[in-house]
């Protein structure tokens, strides 16, 4: 039988252990928001399915969209970067934006988002 053999996790295992979730709660607390915003960017242009987004004016889609970002906290986001583009078929509405935050010292973490609404026509 060996006598003295170790059994569990060392003091510096348990330390490495706690740095690594440290780290990886601190990523949750700087990327965390960023797609909480994303969330509520894609719900603003999934609401405009309720509207008729192909009878409507580029500066009335926009408004609409400020004033949704506004109700639910949306922040930094500019209506002036919604792109519209109207086709035969439909119109696109979407937006494309990345974010960066600062996680440590100097370095930094880029977060690109790109949501998509597509209105179809009634007249399909």
């Known amino acids: 039988m060996i006598k003295g053999h170790q059994k569990g996790l060392s003091s510096i295992g348990l330390l490495i252990v706690l740095a690594i979730a440290a780290f990886l709660g601190l990523l949750v607390f700087k990327i965390g928001p960023l797609y909480l915003d994303n969330y509520f960017v894609n719900a603003a242009l999934q609401s405009l399915g309720d509207e008729q987004v192909h009878k409507m004016s580029n500066g009335e ?60 026509s009634s007249s399909e």
């Open 61 to 120: 889609i926009r408004s609409k969209m400020s004033k949704y970002f506004s109700v639910n906290g949306v922040r930094d986001i500019n209506v002036n970067t919604v792109e519209i583009e109207r086709k035969k078929t439909h119109t696109e509405v979407r937006i494309n934006y990345e974010k960066r935050v600062n996680i440590l010292g100097n370095v930094d973490a880029i977060v690109t988002f790109d949501n998509l609404y597509e209105s179809r």
